[in-house]
C-alpha cells in the first residue's frame, strides 16, 4: 500500500513539474523564495495595527506562534524522523525532475516547511480577523486572498523540483493544524491575562 502511494505520489510530481515554461521557471522561482514575501507581511502587520490597534498584539503573536509551531513540526519533527528523500535527490528521477532553484536543499522533504507556514499563516489570519470582529465581507474579500497566496507558494514547491505533492498536501494540513492551535492558545492566554 505504501509502495503505491509513493508510486502515485511520483507520477503526480512528474505530472506536475513537467509543466514548465521559461516564463513560469522565472515566476515560480521568485514564489519559492522566502524574502520574495517580506513586504506583504510587513503590510499584514501594519494593517492588523491599524485595523486592531491594542488587539493587533494578540493577534501578531498569535501569527508568529503558528508560523513557529508550523515550521517547528514539519522541519524539526518530521522531515529528520521519515527521512522521506526531496525527489530532486532521488537518484533514478535525476535525469526527469525539472530542478529551477540552485539547490535541492536538505535531503528530506516529508513535510514542506513552505507549505506549513503559508497555509498556516492564511488561516490564523483568518481565524484572528474573524474572532476579533469587526469581519465584514470587505474584510472577507481581502482575507481570501492569502488562501490562494498559500496554494501558489505552496505548488511553488513541486514546480521547482523540491517536494512531492505529499508533502505540500502534509505540509498544508501541518499549517492549518498549527493555526487552530495557536490562536486557539493565544486566545486562551490573553483571557487569562484579562481576568
Not at 486592531?52 to 513557529?68: E, H, N
Not at 505540500?168 to 492551535?181: D, F, N, S, T
Request: with cysteine; glycine share 6%; hydrophobic share 50%.
Amino acid at each position: 500500500m505504501l509502495h503505491q502511494i509513493q508510486e502515485a505520489d511520483t507520477q503526480i510530481f512528474l505530472a506536475l513539474n513537467g509543466l514548465h515554461t521559461p516564463w513560469a521557471d522565472t515566476f515560480m522561482y521568485w514564489v519559492t523564495q522566502r524574502n520574495t514575501w517580506i513586504p506583504l507581511y510587513a503590510l499584514l502587520i501594519i494593517w492588523l495595527i491599524w485595523q486592531y490597534k491594542q488587539r493587533a498584539a494578540g493577534m501578531i503573536a498569535s501569527l508568529f506562534l503558528t508560523i513557529v509551531v508550523a515550521d517547528q513540526t514539519a522541519s524539526t519533527l518530521l522531515k529528520p524522523n521519515i527521512q522521506r528523500l526531496r525527489p530532486c535527490h532521488v537518484t533514478y528521477l535525476q535525469n526527469k525532475v525539472h530542478l529551477v532553484v540552485e539547490s535541492c536543499g536538505g535531503m528530506y522533504g516529508f513535510a514542506s516547511s513552505h507549505a506549513a507556514n503559508s497555509f498556516g499563516l492564511a488561516m490564523a489570519v483568518w481565524l484572528v480577523c474573524r474572532a476579533a470582529g469587526r469581519f465584514s465581507n470587505r474584510h472577507k474579500k481581502y482575507l481570501w486572498f492569502f488562501f490562494p497566496w498559500a496554494a501558489v507558494v505552496s505548488y511553488s514547491r513541486i514546480y521547482v523540483g523540491v517536494h512531492y505533492p505529499f508533502d505540500v498536501l502534509a505540509g498544508a494540513l501541518i499549517g492549518c493544524g498549527a493555526a487552530y492551535l495557536s490562536v486557539w492558545g493565544m486566545q486562551k492566554i490573553l483571557t487569562l491575562r484579562t481576568r
